[in-house]
């Protein structure tokens, strides 16, 4: 290896070789010889193995470079024979441009189809073109492409209207096209003509070579190396996991290599694994070849010469380079299309683009993107070659699929994809047909492809194994081939093309034959079926077919002699199929009321049945549409329907139909889930329009035809019910005898279904050519019923109804007219809901409703209607008249047998019990006579006046039954009905028949202009409803006293209790009185000592407020809060959190030496405390915990799954409301404090407290010094008056509350520095301060971004969370090392007050004033303790605060003073002070700084009034989160003013913290003790240096951060991500492109060649991310699935509902309905919310509990 790399850098011989090369005078030789193909290949075997292939990593931009220079260059010149960039420009200008866009799409890039222009959904359009179109303002879909189709901008065939967009509009002077090569000169062409064939033919030579080891005639070097390639290529059978663990055994190479290795294969198709001689590389290959051909076939792996490698990797160049040159001219693009189709010597099929096509499955995946990119810019960018190319593409279409079946490669880099592009152009598909008889062609293959078949010629498949199923998919390409070709319908029929198309329509009907009654099912008796039998193929076929049988009848359908000639022989074909009609089976004769039919015995329940029957489907959808294109009634004589047999007609639909039946009626359980799987599918909306909706028309066709009476016999016949309707006493003899309730049970069942049939067959007319009306009618019924059952969103009413072959549903047309729409809120969607006067058409039994909703609906409906106080009867819709054709079906409704059938259900159901008639039973025939009624009124009323109508339903069902039997009349059944107590619940329906049959009869009897009412029915209804509600009011009235009574009684107990405990109520009304005048009514005079949180003046609780009762969630037993006492523990989550960050690119500190006493203004990494506010007993919790523990140690010994929350790591579920949590916060109370009078002011504190230092810090030095040996360095210091340095306080706390304040106190040191817990690390007290200043600060922000005042708008879980925490801090030092506390509090003293004995105090700008604060307060108790002077705590805090506050005035002086606005405001008085004031602190800032200096950076500022207002905005942050720290840890109610928002917010924080309003008179109050320190904090060499680096100031107010800001329209997001390449993987687009959406950055997840490790593990892009950029809490939009996806650590995320909604209010994740999405400001707001809440793992935790399979998902690979 290392011997090859020498070659390739010795430059001496190859360079000069280089150097000495002019491509212009190789072109001027070109010039003159006589054989130029001969000279050209010399010159391609002389350079390119020079170029190529010199080394085992190839170097394509070296590489590249020389070709241009060696190889293309010459080219260039030769064609042009001039300058080549001069040549091209001229070519370039005298070139029309295309008007066809032909932009090829990226892999993931948007593209826009429009939903009402669109020839096809096919037809789609690039952004640019898109947005410059008419289209953007119509209903268009938005899809993400997959790679490798292009735009159809200017194609005038694939848009209805606005085929060109702005660019692309062409010119009026251009209509008339002239040829382009008329343009340049006939030279040009001649030599153009010799390069493009001769580089062609060299390409398409080199990439179908098939020999490893020599090249093509002519190219064989003279100087042959001898060096090979081991070269590996892609298939789609091995996993990337089986070929990177291969690759490591083959080639030694590092798991990082054999990944680049795998993505390069997986990119290109092809890699090189090893380079040497041959037999190095024939080892690697034979390990290879073993390793994986264990399970399936081995990988696909060559021994290559370096050569023949060198050439086809010039060969792919040369393609790319002839796709660039063809762009600057439509003339060369034209010749190259020539020789490209020129035929060879070989004759037919044999040119160029033929050979490619051929070869196709043998390249590699690299080379077919390459040459079908140039076929696309070449031949299909020119229609009159895109034809001839179509007709080879046809010629050859049999050979590309039979090689597709067996290519390993998917289909999208195949050629077979570009069909699509072909097929789908209206006149090129016509001419295939036409020309081609492409339409047979396409279909007989797919019959050959599908072998499988049965004795009979009908398919049978096996079983659907996944090679099966991969097979299956292949073949299915074949039926979207066709439907391409098929999808926009001929309007002028040439006769020509009538022949191909039936001809076409006759394979078809072959294909349709060898489906019909495939996968036979027979009812299983005894025992269960024991192998499932396979049903999946043939469904999965059988959807595929669906949109192309729609189709096919569509063609039919557009012109009169083709639907005849169809129509013949669909019938002839079915005739063939039926011809052995009679299976054998015997011939019997029913008779039934008189009536006589002959038929055969057949029972569905003992013979084959099959559910596939597409033959007889087509005829009844052809038999519909000659009624609705009206050829029945023009060419009657031209049709065989007087040949039809209707009994044939119906048999196999109808065997169908009973054994969907009999299924229901549990007839089949043994049969299994196959049959029960293949039921739903037939009545699922992808099949029922082909399927079940076809047989109920092919009953009503054949049905039509017939004696109504023979119908329904033969009905009964094949539900097996015969027997019981055709013997009167049948039924209660058979109850007698057979007393076995499951035969009864089923037959109920079935007598239902059969009565169901009747129901649809009569009534059902929505289809065009059944009933008299339009699909839109047909769409709008659907939609009122799905809407029946409840509203419903967009996406579920469009799942709800068929796609047609667009992929639409025709909803968006009719939807307003039926629905009203309801936007959504900010979680939802938007909701259709059905518009009130709709509600009449509203039928019961509509076929489409599953049981489930039909009970749905009926519930709802009869809730609505008495809801409006209306009858909650459901009568029967009126429904539109039938077709002539089909005119004959009413008259089911009035004849004997179904009137015999109806009688006997009534005359059953007067016997209440018996068991052998059921309530859905009767519902049923109400029903159906409730049809008869209407159906009778609507005739009336169409009736012209004069003649009567022979549809006399009343008239029937008025007559008694025939003697023997003499039954009573149906009507006199309804009459005894009505009153009978067992039915009440149909009391209503019976009621309504009666009173229409009362008013028909009215109707028939009066005059014609007698209106059709019955007023007696009337008022005895009106009658009813008066009783019904004095009845009702009754009943409220009783219902009324009773309550009251049992209220008085309640109330008399209550009185009786608190008498008898009286002293116990006194002492709780006495504290309930107390708190809340102490806390918000104040009495003026005591107001205003009362409401200040710190100093000696500050509010001090009595002992009823520090009194707390809590009581603990787990024993539900009630305690106070004590120092002594047992200890209360609140849940917490601690997280380390990058929320508030100024700076995300500041690196991770390294924990171990981190020092984290000073916050950075930055806060580029804090510590964030939050709480669910649920208490618990410490000991509770603590058992709580181990069990926790246990079971976790137990599951993971049985399952090695992740849990949502991870017990190693401390964290548990809170056990109220399953909040993740991971540690808990101790309770504490408030702390006593006394104060005496005299405490010493500013100046004398200070010099106390320095002296204190002084000797805190030499007697620290001594005891270090005391552990060393020379103790003579420390200077003794002697302490102040009262200070004992040796005195150790008594710790206040019981040992609960002690170890709790210390598990707290390790949990927030662990994670807060990612550290392993260690209790006596001094960093803890630190960490603890640090989380409660963070969690405030945070909070604070929140507040003030919601515009909620700053107390009284928290939640009470955040107020208790704040109010633990503060507590705790103020304690954490008592369970810390006191020397430890008191050194920090040193050090913390020294940021204020310098201190030449402190070293690394950073300056003034480096610290967060408000962690200053906090930390001073909180670590200060451990040095005042030392001191028994009775200096008081709260004056030592008034002190800090005064003096933080000058320093952070300095700071905003400093840092934050803007360009000032020339707006000079005139302020009034008391302002007038405050601006004059600032103005001389800033002035004695810029002294101090130094007059040289400070121009640079404290500019001069002439107006107070600005630099006050800058003053105010930059300090009001810190006052609102000191006045929250000081309210909960000295517990002073907030004034009023603060508990609202307004105007006297500044006053009130002033007041209530002990500050004058103008802050600067802190200063000059004690300008001369100030002053010194000012002088101090200015000459402090970090504020020279922060001042100069500009840049790195953090300004005040810090702005509060927000998510990236997203774009209104999701697509150009899609934009923006399709061209995002992945960075790893050079210039390779990223699959799941994702963006953070805190920082804005476009990640490349869930990929090999992103992932990177963290702390010693693999992790992907996204995990990596929330590192660095969230402290390990992320938020992405993954921008091809539209999803949002939160990750928190390695093991925790969940997907998350998206900001981005469609106009129906609905997020689309994943993109599948594909409708335009806008930014929703209000959801975006929701998502930010709960990042800036700290909420961002909670909502994971209680997803991943809400929902199992989100712990399986290896989040840390995103």
Same mark, same amino acid.
């Given at each position: 290896m290392a011997a090859v790399e020498t070659v390739r850098e010795s430059p001496s011989a190859l360079c000069s070789d280089f150097l000495n090369f002019s491509a212009k005078d190789t072109a001027a030789n070109w010039l003159q010889v006589s054989n130029l193909p001969q000279e050209v290949y010399r010159h391609l075997a002389c350079y390119v193995p020079k170029i190529y292939c010199l080394g085992p990593n190839l170097n394509p931009q070296n590489e590249d470079l020389l070709a241009q220079l060696l190889l293309q260059s010459p080219l260039e010149w030769y064609l042009c024979g001039e300058e080549p960039s001069m040549g091209l420009a001229k070519l370039e200008q005298g070139n029309q441009p295309s008007q066809l866009c032909g932009h090829?799409?990226?892999?993931?890039?948007?593209?826009?189809?429009?939903?009402?222009?669109?020839?096809?959904?096919?037809?789609?359009?690039?952004?640019?073109?898109?947005?410059?179109?008419?289209?953007?303002?119509?209903? &268009?879909?938005?899809?993400?492409?997959?790679?490798?189709?292009?735009?159809?901008?200017?194609?005038?065939?694939?848009?209805?209207?606005?085929?060109?967009?702005?660019?692309?509009?062409?010119?009026?002077?251009?209509?008339?096209?002239?040829?382009?090569?008329?343009?340049?000169?006939?030279?040009?062409?001649?030599?153009?003509?010799?390069?493009?064939?001769?580089?062609?033919?060299?390409?398409?030579?080199?990439?179908?070579?098939?020999? @490893? !080891?020599?090249?093509?005639?002519?190219?064989?070097? %003279?100087?042959?190396?001898?060096?090979?390639?081991?070269?590996?290529? $892609?298939?789609?059978?091995?996993?990337?996991?089986?070929?990177?663990?291969t690759l490591q055994k083959a080639v030694n190479c590092t798991q990082k290599e054999a990944v680049s290795f795998a993505t390069t294969v997986d990119r290109d198709g092809r890699k090189s694994v090893r380079f040497g001689d041959f037999q190095f590389c024939e080892q690697a290959k034979s390990v290879i070849v073993r390793n994986t051909s264990r399970q399936t076939k081995p990988l696909r792996v060559e021994v290559m010469h370096s050569s023949v490698v060198a050439h086809q990797c010039f060969a792919l160049r040369a393609l790319t380079w002839l796709g660039q040159i063809i762009r600057s001219s439509d003339a060369l693009r034209r010749i190259l299309c020539q020789v490209g189709l020129q035929q060879g010597l070989e004759g037919e099929n044999s040119s160029l683009v033929d050979t490619l096509m051929?070869?196709?499955?043998?390249?590699?995946?690299?080379?077919?993107?390459?040459?079908?990119?140039?076929?696309?810019?070449?031949?299909?960018?020119? %229609?009159?070659?895109?034809?001839?190319?179509?007709?080879?593409?046809?010629?050859?279409?049999?050979?590309?699929?039979?090689?597709?079946?067996?290519?390993?490669?998917?289909?999208?880099?195949?050629?077979?994809?570009?069909?699509?592009?072909?097929?789908?152009?209206?006149t090129v598909a016509r001419m295939l047909i036409t020309e081609e008889n492409l339409m047979t062609t396409i279909i007989r293959t797919f019959v050959d492809h599908l072998r499988h078949q049965d004795l009979q010629g009908r398919f049978q498949f096996e079983r659907y194994t996944a090679q099966q199923a991969f097979k299956f998919r292949r073949v299915q390409s074949l039926i979207g081939d066709l439907k391409y070709v098929l999808i926009s319908r001929p309007t002028e029929w040439s006769d020509k093309l009538r022949e191909k198309f039936l001809e076409g329509f006759d394979a078809f009907l072959e294909l349709l034959k060898c489906m019909q009654g495939m996968d036979p099912v027979v009812r299983q008796v005894g025992q269960h079926i024991e192998m499932e039998p396979e049903w999946e193929a043939a469904f999965t076929l059988q959807m595929k077919l669906t949109h192309i049988i729609s189709m096919m009848q569509e063609w039919c359908a557009s012109d009169k002699r083709v639907l005849i000639e169809a129509y013949k022989k669909c019938l002839s074909a079915l005739t063939h199929c039926h011809s052995g009609f009679t299976d054998g089976e015997q011939p019997i004769?029913?008779?039934?009321?008189?009536?006589?039919?002959?038929?055969?015995? &057949?029972?569905?329940?003992?013979?084959?049945?099959?559910?596939?029957?597409?033959?007889?489907?087509?005829?009844?959808?052809?038999?519909?549409?000659?009624?609705?294109?009206?050829?029945?009634?023009?060419?009657?004589?031209?049709?065989?329907?007087?040949?039809?047999?209707?009994?044939?007609?119906?048999?196999?639909?109808?065997?169908?139909?009973?054994?969907?039946?009999?299924?229901?009626?549990?007839?089949?359980?043994? $049969?299994?889930?196959?049959?029960?799987?293949?039921?739903?599918? &037939?009545? $699922?909306?992808?099949?029922?329009?082909?399927?079940?909706?076809?047989?109920?028309?092919?009953?009503?066709?054949?049905?039509?035809?017939? @004696?109504?009476?023979?119908?329904?016999?033969?009905?009964?016949?094949?539900?097996?019910?015969?027997?019981?309707?055709?013997?009167?006493?049948?039924?209660?003899?058979?109850?007698?005898?057979?007393?076995n309730k499951d035969v009864v049970q089923q037959n109920n069942t079935l007598i239902e279904e059969m009565l169901h049939l009747v129901i649809m067959v009569v009534g059902e007319r929505y289809t065009a050519g059944v009933g008299q009306v339009e699909s839109s009618d047909e769409i709008k019924r659907e939609i009122v019923h799905q809407l029946c059952i409840r509203p419903m969103a967009h996406s579920e009413l469009v799942k709800a109804l068929p796609e047609n072959e667009n992929k639409e549903t025709g909803m968006e047309r009719v939807i307003d007219s039926v629905a009203l729409f309801k936007k959504p809120g900010v979680t939802g969607r938007g909701l259709y809901k059905l518009r009130p006067e709709c509600a009449k058409m509203f039928n019961l039994y509509f076929h489409h409703y599953s049981r489930a909703d039909q009970s749905k609906a009926e519930e709802a409906q009869r809730k609505i209607k008495r809801q409006n106080g209306e009858d909650s009867v459901l009568p029967p819709p009126v429904l539109p008249r039938f077709c002539p054709l089909f005119a004959s079906l009413v008259n089911i409704l009035q004849c004997d047998v179904l009137l015999a059938i109806l009688g006997a259900v009534l005359q059953w159901s007067m016997e209440p019990s018996g068991g052998h008639w059921s309530e859905s039973m009767l519902q049923r025939v109400l029903h159906l006579i409730g049809m008869g009624l209407v159906e009778e009124q609507q005739h009336l009323i169409s009736s012209s006046e004069d003649h009567d109508t022979s549809f006399n339903f009343t008239l029937k069902i008025s007559r008694p039954g025939e003697s023997p039997g003499n039954t009573p009349s149906i009507l006199a059944l309804l009459e005894t009905l009505q009153n009978a107590p067992h039915l009440e619940v149909y009391k209503d329906m019976i009621r309504w028949i009666l009173k229409m049959v009362a008013s028909i009869k009215t109707t028939r009897e009066c005059t014609a202009s007698a209106p059709p009412t019955d007023s007696s029915g009337h008022s005895q209804e009106e009658t009813v409803r008066d009783k019904d509600k004095a009845e009702r009011k009754r009943k409220a009235e009783m219902a009324r006293l009773r309550r009251e009574k049992i209220m008085a009684q309640m109330s008399e107990?209550?009185?009786?209790?608190?008498?008898?405990?009286?002293?116990?109520?006194?002492?709780?009304?006495?504290?309930?009185? /107390?708190?809340?005048?102490?806390?918000?009514?104040?009495? %003026?005079?005591?107001? @205003?000592?009362?409401?200040?949180?710190?100093?000696?003046?500050?509010?001090?609780?009595?002992?009823?407020?520090?009194?707390?009762?809590?009581?603990?969630?787990?024993?539900?037993?009630?305690?106070?809060?004590?120092? !002594?006492?047992?200890?209360?523990?609140?849940?917490?989550?601690?997280?380390?959190?990058?929320?508030?960050?100024?700076?995300?690119?500041?690196?991770?500190?390294?924990?171990?030496?981190?020092? %984290?006493?000073?916050?950075?203004? !930055?806060?580029?990494?804090?510590?964030?405390?939050?709480?669910?506010?649920?208490?618990?007993?410490?000991?509770?919790?603590?058992?709580?915990?181990?069990?926790?523990?246990?079971?976790?140690?137990?599951?993971?010994?049985?399952?090695? /799954?992740?849990?949502?929350? @991870?017990?190693? $790591?401390?964290?548990?579920?809170?056990?109220?409301?399953?909040?993740?949590?991971?540690?808990?916060?101790?309770?504490?109370?408030?702390?006593?404090?006394?104060?005496?009078? !005299?405490?010493?002011?500013?100046?004398?504190?200070?010099?106390?407290?320095?002296?204190?230092?002084?000797?805190?810090?030499?007697?620290?030095?001594?005891?270090?010094?005391?552990?060393?040996?020379?103790?003579?360095?420390?200077?003794?210091?002697s302490p102040p008056h009262g200070f004992k340095l040796d005195y150790t306080p008594k710790n206040p706390y019981s040992s609960t509350v002690k170890e709790m304040l210390t598990t707290f106190g390790t949990a927030t040191y662990k994670v807060g520095l990612k550290v392993h817990p260690n209790e006596q690390d001094p960093r803890v007290p630190i960490m603890c301060w640090g989380s409660c200043g963070y969690t405030i600060q945070s909070i604070e922000r929140l507040l003030v971004d919601e515009e909620k005042p700053l107390f009284g708008s928290l939640p009470c879980r955040q107020d208790d969370c704040l109010s633990s925490l503060t507590r705790f801090s103020s304690a954490c030092w008592t369970v810390s090392s006191h020397t430890t506390v008191q050194s920090h509090f040193i050090r913390l003293f020294a940021a204020l007050v310098p201190d030449s004995r402190v070293d690394n105090i950073p300056c003034i700008l480096d610290i967060d004033m408000f962690h200053l604060l906090l930390s001073l307060v909180l670590s200060h108790p451990a040095v005042l303790c030392l001191d028994s002077s009775g200096m008081s705590a709260d004056t030592a805090q008034l002190h800090f605060l005064h003096l933080v506050t000058v320093a952070h005035l300095v700071q905003i002086l400093l840092t934050s003073i803007p360009e000032e606005v020339r707006m000079e405001q005139e302020s009034a008085g008391a302002e007038r002070e405050e601006e004059e004031s600032v103005c001389m602190l800033y002035n004695t800032l810029r002294t101090h700084l130094g007059r040289g200096l400070c121009f640079s950076w404290l500019r001069e500022v002439s107006s107070g009034w600005h630099l006050w207002r800058c003053v105010k905005a930059g300090i009001l942050p810190y006052l609102r989160a000191a006045a929250l720290f000081f309210h909960y840890l000295n517990g002073a109610p907030a004034p009023p003013e603060l508990h609202a928002l307004g105007a006297g917010e500044w006053e009130a924080l002033c007041g209530y913290l002990c500050l004058p309003s103008n802050l600067v008179q802190l200063y000059n109050n004690n300008q001369e003790l100030m002053e010194p320190l000012l002088q101090r904090w200015c000459s402090h060499p970090g504020v020279l240096q922060g001042l100069q680096t500009r840049a790195a100031l953090i300004g005040f107010p810090r702005e509060s951060n927000y998510l990236i800001e997203l774009p209104e329209d999701y697509s150009a997001l899609i934009n923006q991500a399709s061209s995002f390449t992945c960075p790893k993987s050079g210039g390779d687009k990223s699959r799941a492109p994702t963006l953070c959406l805190v920082c804005g950055a476009m990640l490349c997840s869930q990929s090999y060649c992103c992932q990177s490790e963290l702390e010693g593990e693999d992790v992907g892009a996204c995990t990596a991310h929330t590192f660095a950029c969230g402290a390990g809490v992320g938020i992405f939009l993954r921008v091809r699935e539209s999803q949002v996806l939160f990750l928190a650590g390695k093991t925790k995320g969940c997907f998350y509902a998206p900001p981005y909604l469609d106009d129906y209010g609905e997020t689309d994740q994943g993109l599948r309905r594909g409708n335009p999405l806008h930014l929703c400001q209000e959801r975006y707001r929701k998502i930010q919310k709960l990042w800036r809440q700290h909420s961002i793992t909670e909502e994971i935790g209680h997803a991943q509990e809400a929902n199992q399979t989100l712990v399986g998902i290896d989040w840390q690979h995103l």
């Open positions: 090829v799409f990226k892999v993931g890039e948007p593209t826009y189809s429009c939903r009402e222009c669109a020839a096809d959904p096919t037809c789609v359009l690039c952004m640019q073109c898109f947005l410059g179109s008419v289209h953007k303002e119509h209903r &268009y879909r938005m899809t993400t492409s997959g790679g490798g189709g292009f735009c159809d901008c200017g194609d005038t065939e694939a848009w209805k209207k606005g085929p060109y967009c702005q660019k692309h509009e062409p010119n009026i002077s251009d209509t008339f096209q002239k040829d382009p090569l008329a343009n340049i000169s006939a030279e040009m062409i001649a030599r153009t003509y010799n390069v493009f064939s001769i580089i062609l033919k060299y390409a398409v030579d080199m990439l179908t070579w098939d020999k @490893d !080891d020599e090249l093509p005639e002519g190219l064989e070097s %003279p100087a042959r190396g001898d060096m090979y390639y081991c070269m590996l290529f $892609n298939d789609e059978v091995h996993t990337y996991e089986q070929v990177i663990y051929l070869c196709d499955s043998k390249m590699w995946k690299g080379a077919r993107n390459v040459y079908h990119q140039l076929f696309m810019s070449s031949l299909l960018m020119d %229609p009159k070659y895109k034809k001839l190319f179509a007709i080879q593409f046809a010629k050859n279409y049999r050979c590309l699929q039979t090689d597709f079946m067996e290519d390993d490669h998917e289909r999208v880099v195949s050629v077979t994809s570009l069909s699509v592009q072909l097929f789908t152009t209206p004769i029913l008779s039934m009321c008189g009536h006589f039919v002959d038929t055969i015995r &057949y029972c569905v329940s003992q013979e084959k049945v099959s559910i596939h029957l597409p033959l007889s489907r087509l005829l009844a959808s052809l038999h519909a549409l000659l009624s609705k294109t009206e050829v029945a009634y023009q060419f009657p004589e031209q049709l065989p329907l007087s040949e039809l047999s209707p009994p044939m007609l119906i048999e196999h639909p109808l065997r169908c139909l009973v054994l969907c039946a009999q299924v229901h009626a549990g007839m089949w359980r043994r $049969n299994g889930f196959s049959l029960v799987n293949q039921i739903y599918y &037939y009545h $699922n909306v992808k099949c029922r329009v082909e399927m079940f909706d076809k047989d109920l028309i092919m009953l009503q066709v054949g049905a039509s035809m017939m @004696d109504p009476n023979h119908f329904l016999m033969i009905l009964m016949s094949r539900f097996e019910l015969y027997h019981i309707f055709s013997a009167p006493d049948y039924r209660k003899r058979s109850s007698r005898e057979n007393a107990m209550q009185r009786h209790f608190i008498n008898e405990n009286k002293e116990l109520f006194q002492q709780s009304l006495e504290e309930l009185d /107390v708190s809340p005048s102490s806390s918000l009514e104040h009495s %003026p005079s005591s107001c @205003d000592s009362a409401l200040v949180c710190v100093g000696p003046r500050r509010w001090r609780a009595g002992g009823s407020e520090r009194r707390q009762m809590v009581t603990c969630i787990l024993c539900q037993e009630e305690q106070e809060i004590r120092a !002594d006492g047992k200890a209360m523990v609140l849940a917490a989550f601690v997280q380390r959190s990058t929320v508030m960050s100024k700076n995300r690119k500041r690196p991770p500190h390294n924990p171990d030496k981190y020092d %984290p006493l000073f916050m950075h203004p !930055d806060l580029s990494f804090g510590t964030h405390t939050g709480s669910c506010g649920h208490i618990m007993h410490s000991h509770c919790w603590q058992r709580y915990f181990e069990a926790v523990q246990a079971k976790e140690q137990r599951r993971q010994q049985r399952l090695r /799954v992740h849990t949502s929350y @991870d017990v190693e $790591n401390g964290e548990f579920l809170c056990p109220l409301c399953e909040c993740l949590s991971n540690t808990v916060i101790p309770l504490l109370p408030l702390t006593k404090t006394t104060c005496s009078s !005299d405490q010493p002011d500013l100046s004398q504190w200070l010099n106390i407290t320095s002296l204190q230092m002084k000797a805190l810090h030499s007697a620290h030095k001594k005891n270090n010094c005391a552990e060393g040996a020379d103790t003579g360095s420390a200077e003794d210091c």
